[in-house]
């Protein structure tokens, strides 16, 4: 809901007051852009909140139609969800930056960005069998939930000399 629009060109400007009392599910925005069109000036506005991270992320993308969470719009091999979790773009096929894998000394590591959000569960698995029955995968770690956006790194504990033969993938879950 637009409450206040100044039509030159700086929009609306000045100092003003706290305001209590805004209803639930909604934030008071004082440079809105109502229009997308940057020849006019921002307004102020009750605004819905949105309503979890992924949604505010979501909305950094324009060109974002497809937001369900097992969608893939870039074609990139990740999901939307997988865009979020890893920190890269749901609009372009940039899915190699979403995690990466190393060694340090006889261990693997798994490196991968992640934002804030206690939503979202990472579990790092395990298989040192392909072949298995579902490919022998079993969680060897779950990372607490992330209250500020950084990176994080799993350093496995199998020693490579003694299991030449072992496999790692980062499995990520949202609950509501």
Do not use: C, I, M
């Not at 969800?81 to 006889?106: H, I, K």
């Not at 490579?160 to 790692?168: D, E, G, H, Q, S």
């Amino acid at each position: 809901y637009v409450l206040l629009r100044d039509v030159r060109v700086s929009g609306v400007t000045g100092t003003f007051a706290t305001v209590t009392g805004v209803p639930s599910g909604y934030a008071l925005n004082y440079a809105y852009d109502d229009d997308a069109n940057v020849a006019t000036p921002p307004v102020v506005a009750l605004v819905a909140a949105p309503s979890d991270p992924y949604t505010v992320w979501a909305d950094s993308f324009p060109t974002l139609t497809d937001r369900l969470l097992a969608s893939d719009p870039d074609g990139d091999g990740l999901t939307n969800l997988q865009e979020y979790a890893f920190v890269t773009s749901p609009v372009t096929g940039d899915s190699a930056d979403a995690y990466t894998f190393g060694r340090t000394g006889n261990n693997l590591t798994l490196s991968f960005d992640h934002p804030a959000d206690a939503s979202l569960t990472y579990e790092v698995q395990a298989s040192e069998n392909l072949t298995a029955v579902n490919g022998g995968w079993s969680t060897v770690n779950t990372f607490t939930p992330f209250a500020t956006s950084g990176n994080a790194t799993y350093t496995d504990t199998a020693d490579l000399t003694v299991t030449p033969r072992r496999f790692l993938r980062l499995s990520v879950t949202k609950t509501p």
